[in-house]
């Protein structure tokens, strides 16, 4: 005879698979660059054979500590994204972990490296329109309005007129430290403007401008040649020119003369 019988095959959970490729055999993945956005699909790697069965994504370090700040992962599409900053840069590993309906998960570490890219240099402050007085020491750290992100990367300043003209004899700046510095004279006076420039070691570079008023002081008369002793005969003229003995270096300014008996 020939007994006829049902056979019911019950399913039984499967836990999710690696498809057969790491993430860390795909350098595409396992390279970002600071400032850039960055964007991968880590779903592509795992699967789950139960029909119906849906995966949901976790990422950690490695260790087990949280994602850096910059990163997160969607836990429905497994997409990882993030744009890393300049304090960002270096090496992490990565652990991504999906999980099935029936809490039954596997695991994949890979390696993301941030590369740092050159930041311009950045002015944190402008720097104040100013005066100083003729034949006073003018001093002034430029190098305070200025800042770079960039660990290790070295500023070196340079300075000029607005229009790209070299500064006056009596003023300098220290291309290292950044100071201004110098002192001027009566026919310095009058104001400039200082275009100060500072830049990087990949010569990227940020300038500010601003006005340097020299204030114009009084200053005193000088006798640039000592009146000659001289004699005259009586009932004869007398004349001579005494204004060629003194001198004034303020533009403008008018000697008055006036004589006495020792």
């Not at 850039?36 to 994504?57: E, Q, R």
């Not at 200025?146 to 500023?155: A, C, I, K």
């Not at 229009?163 to 006076?189: E, H, Q, R």
């Amino acid at each position: 005879p020939i007994y006829t019988f049902t056979l019911t095959v019950n399913n039984t959970n499967d836990a999710p698979n690696l498809t057969g490729f790491s993430m860390s055999d795909h350098t595409a993945v396992a390279t970002a660059n600071e400032d850039s956005y960055y964007v991968h699909d880590t779903s592509a790697h795992f699967n789950d054979i139960d029909v119906g069965d849906v995966l949901t994504y976790s990422a950690t370090l490695s260790g087990g500590a949280a994602l850096p700040s910059w990163l997160s992962i969607n836990t429905t599409t497994g997409v990882l994204s993030g744009t890393p900053t300049n304090t960002d840069s270096g090496a992490i590993d990565i652990t991504v972990t999906a999980t099935d309906t029936s809490n039954t998960s596997v695991s994949d570490t890979y390696t993301l490296t941030v590369n740092n890219t050159n930041d311009t240099p950045t002015l944190i402050s402008t720097i104040a329109d100013s005066s100083i007085d003729e034949s006073a020491a003018y001093s002034h750290d430029a190098s305070v309005h200025f800042n770079d992100v960039d660990t290790g990367d070295t500023l070196t300043y340079s300075a000029t007129l607005s229009g790209g003209a070299t500064l006056p004899s009596w003023l300098s700046i220290n291309t290292t430290t950044g100071v201004l510095s110098g002192t001027p004279t009566n026919s310095n006076a009058g104001s400039i403007n200082v275009v100060v420039t500072a830049t990087d070691t990949s010569n990227a570079s940020v300038s500010d401008t601003f006005a340097l008023t020299v204030n114009n002081v009084n200053d005193t008369p000088t006798l640039i040649s000592t009146i000659a002793d001289s004699s005259i005969n009586e009932s004869s003229a007398y004349s001579p020119d005494a204004s060629v003995h003194f001198n004034d270096v303020d533009t403008g300014d008018t000697l008055t003369y006036s004589a006495t008996l020792s």
